[in-house]
């Protein structure tokens, strides 16, 4: 699972509203740079400058990339995207 405290700093940091619902998609320590979430939604995710871990550079705008993000979330095989959302 997970761990917004171990995210990365370069991720995103802005929080998005997709049809009333606020998120905030990050990839943490855990990440191994497999580029499964950049397979996912290239509209948010791009390899880090240092090309060693993955970053959601951009939130989801509508809901194609919502659901394109959440795809990548449970695509993840260590668990390593978060997503803060509230209602």
Request: charged share 30%.
């Amino acid at each position: 699972m997970s761990d917004y405290k171990d995210k990365w700093g370069d991720n995103c940091k802005e929080t998005s509203n997709v049809n009333g619902v606020l998120v905030q998609f990050y990839c943490d320590k855990a990440c191994i740079h497999c580029e499964v979430c950049q397979e996912n939604a290239p509209e948010n995710f791009v390899s880090s400058e240092d090309e060693n871990h993955s970053i959601c550079f951009k939130q989801p705008e509508n809901e194609k990339e919502l659901a394109n993000c959440n795809e990548a979330m449970v695509c993840c095989p260590v668990n390593a995207i978060g997503n803060n959302k509230e209602k």
